[in-house]
């Protein structure tokens, strides 16, 4: 008799992080009792972390990388080798707390119109903020502009204890319907990944927060005594670049009017040029404006139609099939 195929495919990107890896990789197998592949993508690691996974977790499937790619494009390698109804993407390094995978696919089960969800992700008993997040705006982009420490594309005023719909989801922990994802080809790889799900929002889903689903953050090992760097209690900051402001303005020119793409490109050129007289990285932004201001437009969102989708399924089905 066959074993039935897995429900959930759950997909993680390590880039050295060999020790949280494994230890949430465990945590994961001992606590999931939802049929469940695990998928990794070593980006690029250094740090033994293919041996480590491969010796300790022989039923993972593992994607090694040489050349490290974007976060989004090796998130995207690791759904293409899904084979569940449902993709569960998750950062490396987190522990169910009780069965997380089960509240989240039950969730999903019973609100099937929805169709991405998300839960909660735990540094001791305090919810992190890094499951969530506003699209980037006109506002986050002047506060961006101007150095200030408040980020509104941060929802700070958002109570995450009660859940429900929320403006988007990030892949810290994401679990999103695999038809879905398919139609929406996976993440842009030049847009931020909020763009994910107002693509989704667009053919009629909604990304929800389900409070209930929780999982607590592993710290790394660290040395003990009084030179141990403490561990962090907050979202790390933003770090500006390039390729930060180069996603941006490609978010902008697909989802903001004409008016506003205008406005984001005027605050982030004066910015540029104004605190490029401090150093780096405004020195090598400035300089390269060029790339982040000359993005493409429009980019357009095109669905993949549902047809194309069906053939894709049977071309894959074919490929799995033994060869005589």
């Known amino acids: 008799m066959s074993q039935p195929g897995p429900v959930v495919s759950i997909v993680t990107v390590a880039h050295n992080a060999r020790e949280v890896l494994l230890k949430g990789l465990a945590a994961l197998q001992h606590g999931t009792e939802v049929p469940a592949e695990m998928i990794v993508v070593d980006n690029a690691s250094t740090d033994n972390t293919a041996a480590a996974v491969r010796h300790a977790f022989r039923a993972v499937t ?17 759904a293409a080798n899904a084979r569940a109804p449902w993709l569960l993407f998750l950062d490396p390094g987190l522990a169910p ?7 989240l696919v039950e969730h999903a089960g019973s609100h099937p119109a ?27 982009t002047a ?61 009629g889903a909604r990304p929800v927060l389900v409070p209930d689903a929780q999982m ?19 979202r790390p900051a933003r770090l500006v670049s390039t390729a930060l402001l ?16 205008r406005a984001a490109a005027l605050l982030l050129s004066a910015a540029a040029l104004v605190r490029s007289g401090f150093g780096e990285p405004w020195l090598s932004i400035w300089r390269r404006r060029d790339e982040w201001l000359a993005t493409p437009e429009p980019l357009p969102f095109v669905p993949l139609p549902r047809r194309a989708l069906v053939q894709r399924e049977l071309v894959s089905r074919r490929q799995d099939l033994p060869q005589p």
């Open 62 to 78: 593992l994607i090694r990388r040489d050349e490290a790619l974007p976060a989004t494009a090796a998130l995207n390698l690791g």
């Open 97 to 103: 707390v009780g069965d997380t995978v089960r509240t």
């Open 114 to 140: 929805d169709r991405l969800f998300t839960g909660r992700t735990l540094r001791g008993h305090a919810d992190d903020g890094r499951t969530v997040e506003g699209p980037p705006s006109l506002l986050g």
């Open 143 to 203: 506060c961006l502009a101007a150095g200030l420490p408040f980020d509104p594309e941060r929802l700070p005023r958002l109570d995450r204890a009660i859940g429900g719909a929320v403006p988007a989801l990030t892949p810290r922990m994401l679990l999103i319907e695999r038809e879905l994802w398919e139609r929406l080809d996976g993440f842009d790889e030049r847009m931020p990944t909020a763009d994910l799900s107002l693509r989704a929002q667009a053919l």
């Open 216 to 234: 607590l953050a592993i710290p790394p090992d660290r040395p003990a005594g009084r030179h141990a760097a403490p561990e962090p209690d907050r």
């Open 246 to 261: 180069r996603e941006r303005m490609a978010f902008a020119h697909r989802h903001f009017a004409p008016g506003r793409v």
